[in-house]
């Protein structure tokens, strides 16, 4: 079973799909960043508006006017967060979009560069073949 889960582990797939994940984290980390800290400032002093901080409190307990504090006064309907986190997930796709249309197009470039491999010689038998015809051919 140690040996299976050896082999398992080895394999090219689980290895690439390790390093994806861990690749992907770190990379949602970025988009995050981007999002909340370069995108969404633009956005609120266009609009005057800051999404992280619309919430709707559920108990009367709650009246503070940023999310942090709501959060610790009770349970809060933080909806301005949910359009910051799918806000993130738009950026994301549409980066991850961009990222595998540029590689395809590489990889498309580099067929249309890449010289056609010459063609095999017929068998010899194809060959003795084709050369009784020919001389067939002449008479």
Do not use: W
Not at 4 to 21: C, H, K, P, T
Not at 85 to 103: H, S
Not at 104 to 119: G, I, V, Y
């Amino acid at each position: 079973m140690l040996k299976e889960f050896q082999e398992f582990i080895s394999r090219g797939n689980v290895m690439d799909l390790a390093v994806g994940v861990i690749i992907g984290a770190a990379f949602g980390r970025i988009v995050d960043s981007l999002v909340s800290d370069i995108i969404m400032p633009f956005i609120g002093a266009l609009g005057g508006v800051d999404f992280s901080n619309y919430f709707i409190g559920l108990s009367s307990a709650v009246n503070a006017t940023n999310l942090a504090d709501a959060r610790k006064q009770g349970a809060v309907f933080a909806f301005g967060n949910f359009i910051t986190v799918l806000l993130n997930f738009i950026i994301l796709a549409f980066i991850i979009f961009l990222m595998v249309k540029a590689v395809n197009d590489l990889r498309q470039r580099l067929e249309r560069e890449k010289p056609a491999a010459p063609a095999a010689p017929p068998p010899a038998d194809v060959a003795l073949l084709t050369e009784i015809r020919d001389l067939l051919a002449r008479k």
